[in-house]
């Protein structure tokens, strides 16, 4: 798929097709897919076509301007509180896939891109001839758009169009459904953007999943943020990392508080050496070392 997605780690089994159907779904739609739901105070009134730009091919991850215009008009359907996290359009599918009802192409979406359709619902908020226009609100707002079109050019039946999501953080608790992202908190509690601080569990496909990784600086999950590494079983290869993973150790003078918080883990820096970063735990302080290993 041509979907700009800022997210790693590896890809789920692919669900059944959507002709499939199984238990608690019609049409293989999963029953919580799509819900009634409120019109929001302001519903998106622009087109539901808009031509996009081009798959990105440029270095890294694309920014937020490159990832609006590959998302099209599910880009401009989006009310975030920050820049938009990622979106994009479809490529081909074959000739006797897509869906045959508007529901069904959306479920499509996650087929196609080898992932489970999420848990929350969607919300149809316009409909016009062989477009709906499918949203995720959050306190009215739009947080997650996605336009299924039908019978276009080598996309036959009802499927994706494009899509586009806000910030993981910007959607409610019960909605982090992914188990990839892990939402830190600020000491106020309110949640703080994966594109400020991410970390999650390393892949299993390396055998890293003993090890856990946080990423911080801007841009942190667009592959411009500096990243870190727990790892006590030595999963990771020694030269990867900038010093050894200490599970014991003591804060350094310099070191701050940044005040992000996960569960009952504090995360500290030093700003004279980014070279490590310290999170404070009931049991103590751990040395988390910069880390440049990736997994393909």
């Given at each position: 798929m041509s979907f700009g997605r800022r997210v790693g780690g590896a890809a789920l089994a692919l669900v059944a097709g959507?002709?499939?159907?199984?238990?608690?779904?019609?049409?293989?739609?999963?029953?919580?897919?799509?819900?009634?739901?409120?019109?929001?105070?302001?519903?998106?009134?622009?087109?539901?076509?808009?031509?996009?730009?081009?798959?990105?091919?440029?270095?890294?991850?694309?920014?937020?301007?490159?990832?609006r215009a590959m998302a099209g008009a599910a880009g401009r359907a989006l009310e975030c509180d920050g820049d938009i996290y990622l979106?994009?359009?479809?490529?081909?599918?074959?000739?006797?896939?897509?869906?045959?009802?508007?529901?069904?192409?959306?479920?499509?979406?996650?087929?196609?891109?080898?992932?489970?359709?999420?848990?929350?619902?969607?919300?149809?908020?316009?409909?016009?001839?062989?477009?709906?226009?499918?949203?995720?609100d959050v306190d009215g707002r739009t947080k997650e758009a996605v336009i299924v079109a039908k019978d276009r050019e080598d996309r036959p039946g009802w499927g994706p169009e494009t899509t586009a999501q806000c910030d993981p953080a910007e959607f409610e608790p019960a909605d982090d459904a992914d188990g990839f992202h892990e939402i830190w908190t600020d000491e106020q509690g309110n949640r703080v953007p994966v594109t400020r601080?991410?970390?999650?569990?390393?892949?299993?496909?390396?055998d890293w999943q003993s090890a856990h990784f946080l990423t911080l600086g801007e841009d942190a999950h667009g592959g411009r943020g500096t990243t870190y590494v727990r790892d006590p079983k030595g999963v990771l290869p020694e030269q990867a990392l900038a010093a050894p993973y200490d599970g014991?150790?003591?804060?350094?003078?310099?070191?701050?508080?940044?005040?992000?918080?996960?569960?009952?883990?504090?995360?500290?820096?030093?700003?004279?050496?980014?070279?490590?970063?310290?999170?404070?735990?009931?049991?103590?302080?751990?040395?988390?070392?910069?880390?440049?290993?990736?997994?393909?």
């Open positions: 959507v002709a499939a159907g199984c238990g608690g779904e019609s049409g293989g739609v999963p029953a919580s897919l799509v819900v009634e739901g409120e019109a929001p105070a302001a519903p998106y009134d622009g087109p539901l076509y808009v031509p996009t730009a081009p798959e990105w091919e440029g270095e890294g991850e694309p920014g937020p301007e490159e990832m979106g994009g359009r479809s490529d081909p599918w074959p000739s006797d896939d897509g869906g045959a009802t508007p529901e069904e192409g959306l479920a499509w979406h996650w087929s196609i891109n080898g992932e489970e359709p999420p848990p929350y619902g969607f919300r149809v908020e316009r409909e016009e001839k062989n477009r709906v226009l499918f949203s995720h601080v991410s970390s999650n569990r390393g892949p299993e496909h390396c014991d150790a003591e804060l350094p003078e310099g070191a701050r508080d940044t005040g992000y918080r996960l569960d009952d883990w504090r995360l500290w820096v030093d700003d004279e050496d980014d070279s490590r970063v310290y999170v404070r735990t009931p049991d103590g302080t751990e040395l988390w070392p910069r880390t440049d290993a990736g997994c393909a």
